[in-house]
């Protein structure tokens, strides 16, 4: 860009800041007298809340590589059966319709099954037995749709960190790689989900809703029985239907 163009957007750019500040005066010299943008009283008003929740962490597939270690392993997919899932958290409404809350969790899901293949394409399939536990802490928001009376449906969506844990054994039926895949991850997560509450007293609700986790890259070691040992990269992602009840104060 040249010298003169710089200096012509630098003109404009003030002239814009110059009418956005008179505009901005002229809206603050019509706001009439005692009325204020922001009313803490209000917001010191607005209710917070506890809730807890149970449900079923649903069965579900993810994707795990095998890196190159001092064993050989497979890379395919795992499957999960269905488990418990459960939730308490803390909140605060900042507007009627947006709350803002800290929620931890766990969910808790039994192996089923692996399919994959080796690095030179042989097949590898069998039972997983044990569980994967995944403890999540997150900070969420949440928008309510208030418009329904009682019956409230929700959107919800946030940030924070899942452990994820494995305590696995796996049985290859066609392969060699039957073991132990065991250890834990720290890895960043996202959740959004969706549901409803319905007032059953003055300061309690019941609450239905679905969440789906999805995180990072958490790696396990893979011991097979000739003592060999790989590490296994996974894909982290939970969902889960749960019921609860949020009580206000």
């Given amino acids: 860009m040249l010298e003169g163009d710089v200096n012509k957007n630098f003109v404009a750019a003030v002239g814009v800041l110059s009418v956005l500040a008179c505009g901005a005066a002229s809206a ?37 590589t095998s890196v190159t270690g001092f064993g050989v392993g497979p890379s395919g997919k795992s499957s999960f059966d269905a488990g418990f899932a459960g939730a308490v958290a803390v909140g ?21 099954s692996f399919e994959g293949t080796y690095p030179w394409g042989a097949p590898s399939s069998g039972s997983l037995d044990g569980n994967v536990t995944t403890t999540t802490a997150m900070a969420l928001g949440y928008y309510d749709f208030t418009q329904f009376g009682n019956f409230v449906p929700y959107l919800s969506a946030g ?11 796996y049985t290859d039926t066609v392969g060699f790689s039957s073991g132990t895949i065991t250890g834990s991850s720290m890895v960043p997560a996202a959740r959004i989900g969706a549901g409803f509450q319905y007032k059953i007293a003055d ?20 011991n097979d029985a000739f003592g060999g040992s790989t590490t296994v990269n996974s894909s982290v992602m939970a969902h889960a239907l749960a019921v609860g009840v949020k009580g206000s104060f």
């Fill in 28 to 64: 603050q010299d019509a706001v009439p007298s005692g009325s204020v943008v922001y009313d803490a009283a209000a917001f010191d008003a607005l209710p917070w809340y506890v809730s807890g929740k149970v449900g079923i962490a649903l069965p579900g597939t993810i994707d795990t």
């Fill in 203 to 222: 300061s309690m609700d019941l609450t239905v809703d679905y969440t789906a986790l999805f995180g990072g890259q958490a790696a396990f070691t893979h």
């Fill in 159 to 169: 940030l924070g960190a899942a452990h994820v844990s494995s305590n696995l054994t």
């Fill in 92 to 112: 605060k409404h900042i507007s009627p319709q947006v709350r803002a809350e800290l929620e931890l969790g766990i969910a808790i899901n039994a192996g089923r």
